[in-house]
């Protein structure tokens, strides 16, 4: 194929120079022929009214020749205007309003009689329709030279391709068409040189490409299982922790008008309405609930055009009752006007992870709940990149284990709390699906005057995916 591309490239070069260089000279005859055109038709025109404009002058009657000036300049179209000078003074001048200010040739005619001069006409012709013509035969000859190039690049290649390289093409070919739907597909060719040899290693790397992704599949299946699993546990909880305040308020609502309805006590209208009120809103956020959940299962995966605040709002909607039943302050510093293209319930499922490690981390390690904290900081930085932070006061990430924390099931948590999918989850969407980056690193650092050391995740994003 490389020597196809290098032979069609110089016949590419060779025809277009010389269709170019050809037209090139017949373009500039074509144009000074119509330079001669306009030029003996500019001439003409201003001695017709040099001659017809002999008795207005000799009777200094000027109206009479504007009439004639303003006749021609409708009867000559590329006429941009003409004037009359008697005694260097201008008499009469008249433009012609709809040419463009392109450019124009000057032409001069005296009226003379006796030998003596009376008055002279200047005339300006507008170039416009030349370059129009001259413009439309490049456009021609360029067309003209494409298609002639084209037609000699198609049968330059069916020549190569049959005297030359046809061995090459048919490997190229066969191994162009594999893919992981096709890596069982083995290239066949009846020689006995050294093609013959080339199909055979390319065979065997074929199989052997085969294998491993077949071995692949089967770890990233066994993985997304137990992540699916993780996610829904987590889920569960989470969903048990947002129902918990507001079925309490039901609950209250509802045993308040059934203690009043056994004690035969008085149900006003506003007792009905307010309580009718309260389960209807409360209903309502668990309905809201269970979208919000229903659509994170859901693993809708396509990218699209996505503003970070509405991410960063959507994830902690998720994790919120969960972070506030283990006391902990999260502080949300997103800039709202970054957007970027990805995956809402991807980076989503991402950040859930990152806030759920930090999450266990605070729990563990930080008894005094005032001590709590989560900070996620999105900003624009150099280069056309977002980054988002989590950072956290749990006290950071033993240095023997950091470089780990993304392994597939590397944990240092007790087994009851801890899988080691979820960074390594988060991981694999950052940096495969949205090809981005992720990194951490232990932080000290002073909040409302206080020290404190966490680890602290950063994931960097380009602003188009």
């Given amino acids: 194929m490389k020597l196809t591309f290098k032979i069609t490239s110089i016949v590419l070069v060779t025809v277009m120079s010389l269709l170019l260089f050809f037209g090139f000279f017949i373009i500039k005859d074509e144009k000074e022929f119509l330079q001669y055109l306009q030029n003996k038709q500019g001439k003409a025109i201003v001695n017709t009214i040099s001659i017809s404009i002999v008795d207005a002058v000799l009777l200094k009657d000027y109206p009479a020749i504007d009439t004639i000036v303003e006749n021609t300049l409708k009867a000559y179209k590329d006429i941009s205007s003409v004037r009359v000078v008697i005694n ?5 001048q008249v433009y012609n309003k709809g040419l463009t200010e392109d450019e124009k040739s000057l032409f001069k005619s005296n009226v003379v009689i006796d030998g003596e001069i009376l008055a002279r006409v200047v005339s300006e012709i507008s170039n416009s329709e030349n370059t129009k013509i001259v413009n439309k035969r490049i456009q021609t ?6 298609l002639i190039t084209s037609l000699l690049i198609v049968i330059l290649i069916l020549i190569v391709k049959y005297f030359l390289i046809s061995k090459i093409n048919f490997i190229s070919n066969s191994t162009s068409k594999i893919n992981i739907n096709s890596l069982h597909k083995l290239i066949k060719i009846d020689t006995k040189d050294e093609f013959k040899d080339l199909a055979e290693n390319i ?3 074929t199989k052997q490409l085969e294998k491993e992704i077949e071995d692949n599949k089967i770890k990233t299946k066994l993985l997304a299982e137990q992540s699916k699993m993780v996610s829904m546990g987590e889920m569960i909880g989470n969903i048990a922790h947002q129902w918990r305040q507001p079925l309490s308020i039901i609950s209250t609502s509802a045993s308040g008008m059934m203690l009043k309805s056994e004690m035969e006590m008085e149900f006003t209208k506003e007792d009905i309405l307010g309580s009718s009120k309260t389960i209807l809103n409360q209903t309502k956020y668990l309905s809201n609930t269970i979208d919000n959940f229903r659509d994170f299962l859901k693993g809708d995966k396509s990218h699209s055009l996505i503003k970070l605040s509405d991410v960063i709002q959507y994830t902690i909607s998720i994790v919120n009752a969960s972070i506030s039943d283990n006391f902990i302050t999260l502080i949300d510093n997103t800039d709202k006007n970054l957007s970027i293209y990805g995956s809402r319930n991807e980076l989503s499922e991402a950040f859930i992870n990152i806030i759920n490690n930090s999450k266990d981390a605070l729990k563990t390690n930080i008894k005094n709940t005032d001590d709590r904290f989560i900070f996620i900081d999105v900003k624009e930085i150099e280069n056309e990149k977002i980054e988002i932070s989590f950072k956290d006061s749990g006290g950071g990430i033993p240095n023997s284990i950091i470089n780990r924390v993304f392994e597939p099931y590397f944990t240092s948590k007790h087994q009851s709390i801890g899988t080691g999918l979820g960074l390594s989850m988060a991981s694999k969407i950052i ?35």
């Avoid at 260097?88 to 009469?92: A, G, H, Q």
């Fill in 431 to 465: 940096k495969e699906r949205h090809y981005g980056l992720i990194t951490v690193n232990n932080e000290e650092y002073k909040y409302n005057k206080k020290l404190y050391k966490g680890a602290c995740f950063k994931v960097t994003l380009n602003k188009e995916s």
């Fill in 203 to 205: 065979n065997e790397m």
């Fill in 141 to 146: 000859i360029i067309i003209i030279s494409l």
């Fill in 88 to 92: 260097n003074k201008i008499v009469s």
